[in-house]
C-alpha cells in the first residue's frame, strides 16, 4: 500500500507541474534526469495558475494533504498572494460527495427508516464541504411541535482507508528522515508522525468532537469573546453529528466585516486573548483554527464575538508544559533571554550540558529585533528561519506534544495580520500572560491550592491524633528493629568480605604450588605451599 500510495502523490504532482514551484537552485543535480524518465507524467494543467494547480493536487491527494493546504493557506507572509487566496478555497470548497450518500449515512447512524421521522426537511446539496465532513441544514422536530434549524456533519464515506494509507507513506516517509538526514534524530519526525496519526484519526469520531465541541461551550459558557453552537448529543454518533445551526460572517471576509462596521482592532486583540484562555487557563484548545472554522456574529459589531466551529482537533497541555510555556512567554516579553536558555534546559527541550550563556545570546540575535514593532512590519519567516538553525546548532528537540500548539499559533498569526495588521501581538499577550503566571506562582495559587485539597484533608482529620500516638509509641521501637538489621547486615557484608579475601589468597596459593612444581621445586616447597593454603581455606 505505501509504495502504491508514494506512486500515486508522485504522479499526482507532476502531473499538475507542481516541479516547476521549487526555484531551480533548489533541485539537486539529477533531478533532471529522474524527470524525464518519467516522461508520460507531463503537466496536464499548464493552462492553469501555479495557486490553482498546487490546490487541485493537494485536494486530489485527499484530507491529509488538504489540511496541509489549509495552514499554508494563512501564511501571506510567506507565501503568493495567488498561492494563498487558491488555498484558501480548500477551507470549505472541497469537492463535495453526493448527498443521497450522505442522507444513507444519516439513516444507518441515527436508526430512521426515513429522514422524515427526525427531520422536517433534509438538504441534500451540502452547506459546506470539508476534507473529511461535509454539512447538510435541516430542521429538526421537537417533542413541543416546534423546528429548530440545525446542520448534520456527515463523515466522508470510505475516508478511512485512504488516511491509514497516507499515514502508513508518512511513518516510511519520517523513519528515512530520522536515520538519514543530520537533523533527523533531533526533529523526532516518527514522534510527531505519531502524534498527526492520533490527532487525524480522532477527528474521523464525530462523537468525539461532539464532546469537544460541549466543553468548549461550557469553558466559555457568558463569554463576550467566543460562542461555540448547542450540539444535540443524542442524535450525535460516530460519523453524524447534529448541531445548532448559526448565522455569522466568516472572518476571511473582510469587506463584509468593515461593511457592518466591525471593530477591528477589537476583533484581533480578542482572537489572541481567546487564544491564550484556552490554552492556559482550560488547557483545553481549538486546534484547527484555520479561517474557515471561525465567523464573527452578526450582532453588536462594535463588541464583536467569534463563532468557532469544527472541534475535531483539540490540544491540550499537561501543568509543567504550561508553566514552562507561560514563563517562556514572559521571559521573551521582558527580553529576559538568559531565563529563556535556563528555561529550556532546566524543561529538557536542549542536552543539559548546553552553554547557557552561548544559547541565551542565539536567542537574544534571533529575538530582539521583532519587538515594539506590528505585524505588518514583522518577518515572522525569517525569524522561524533563524531560530530553526539555532535549535540546530543547539540540538533542541521537537516537542512532538507542542505540535497541535505551533500549528495553531501559526493560525493565529495569520488571522491577526488579516483582521488587523497594526496589531502588537506582544502588548495584548504579556498582561494576560503575567496575570496567569501570577495566579500560578503566587498566594492566589497556593489558596486554591489548599483549598483543592482541603475536603481530603477533612476526611483524614479525625484519624490523624491515633496515626500520631500510634507513630510515637511505634516509632523507637521500630528505630530499634531498623537499627538491628542494618547491624546485621554489615556483619554479614563483614563475614562475606573476610571469606571472599581468604578464598583469594587461597586460590593464589594453590597456583604458586602448581607453578613450583612445574619449575622443578622440591616436593617440600611444594608440600609447604599446599599445607598454606590448605590452613588458609580452613580459616574460611
Known sequence: MGIKRFYQIFSTLLRFGLDNLVPEKWRPWYWQLVRSCAFWLSNRHPEKSQGERL??????????????????????????????????????????????????????????????????????????????????????????????????????????????????????????????????????????????????????????????????RRNFEGSDSLYVPYVYADYSRPAVMVMERIYGIPVSDIPALKAQGTNMELLAKRGVEVFFTQVFRDSFFHADMHPGNIFVSRETPENPKYIGIDCGIVGTLNKEDKRYLAENFVAFFNRDYLKVAQLHVDSGWVPADTSVEEFESAIRTVCEPIFQKPLQDIS????????????????????????????????????????????????????????????????????????????????????????????????????????????????????????????????????????????????TAACGGLVTAAMLWKIR
Open 380 to 523: 515572522f519567516g525569517q525569524v522561524l528561519f533563524n531560530l530553526f538553525n539555532t535549535a540546530r546548532r543547539f540540538n533542541m528537540q521537537v516537542q512532538p506534544q507542542l505540535v497541535l500548539l505551533q500549528k495553531t499559533l501559526l493560525y493565529i498569526e495569520g488571522l491577526g495580520r488579516q483582521l488587523y495588521p497594526q496589531l502588537d501581538l506582544w502588548q495584548t499577550a504579556k498582561p494576560f500572560l503575567e496575570n496567569w503566571v501570577q495566579q500560578q506562582m503566587g498566594p492566589v495559587a497556593l489558596w486554591r491550592e489548599l483549598k483543592a485539597n482541603l475536603p481530603f484533608w477533612a476526611e483524614k482529620l479525625p484519624d490523624m491524633p491515633g496515626l500520631l500516638h500510634n507513630y510515637l509509641q511505634q516509632g523507637p521501637k521500630n528505630q530499634q528493629a531498623l537499627l538491628q538489621q542494618l547491624q546485621q547486615l554489615q556483619l554479614q557484608q563483614q563475614e562475606q568480605t573476610k571469606k571472599l579475601a581468604c578464598a583469594v589468597f587461597g586460590g593464589m596459593s594453590f597456583v604458586a604450588t602448581v607453578l613450583l612444581l612445574t619449575s622443578g621445586w622440591t616436593i
Open 55 to 216: 490546490r487541485l493536487a493537494l485536494q486530489q491527494l485527499g484530507p491529509v494533504w488538504v489540511k496541509f493546504g489549509q495552514m499554508l493557506s494563512t501564511r501571506r507572509d510567506l507565501f503568493p498572494d495567488e498561492w494563498v487566496d487558491e488555498l484558501a478555497k480548500l477551507q470549505d470548497k472541497v469537492s463535495p460527495f453526493p448527498g443521497e450518500q450522505a442522507e444513507a449515512v444519516v439513516k444507518k447512524q441515527l436508526g430512521l427508516h426515513s429522514l422524515d421521522e427526525l427531520f422536517s426537511y433534509f438538504e441534500l446539496t451540502p452547506l459546506a464541504s470539508a476534507s473529511i465532513a461535509q454539512v447538510h441544514t435541516a430542521g429538526l422536530k421537537q417533542a413541543d411541535g416546534a423546528v429548530v434549524d440545525v446542520v448534520v456533519k456527515v463523515i466522508r464515506p470510505a475516508i478511512r482507508p485512504q488516511i491509514l494509507a497516507d499515514l502508513e507513506l508518512m511513518d516510511a516517509l519520517a523513519g528515512l528522515v530520522a536515520r538519514y538526514l543530520p537533523d533527523g534524530k533531533r526533529l523526532r519526525p516518527q514522534e510527531v508522525v505519531a502524534e498527526y496519526r492520533k490527532t487525524i484519526l480522532d477527528e474521523l469520531d464525530l462523537q468525539r468532537e461532539a464532546a469537544n465541541a460541549i466543553q468548549l
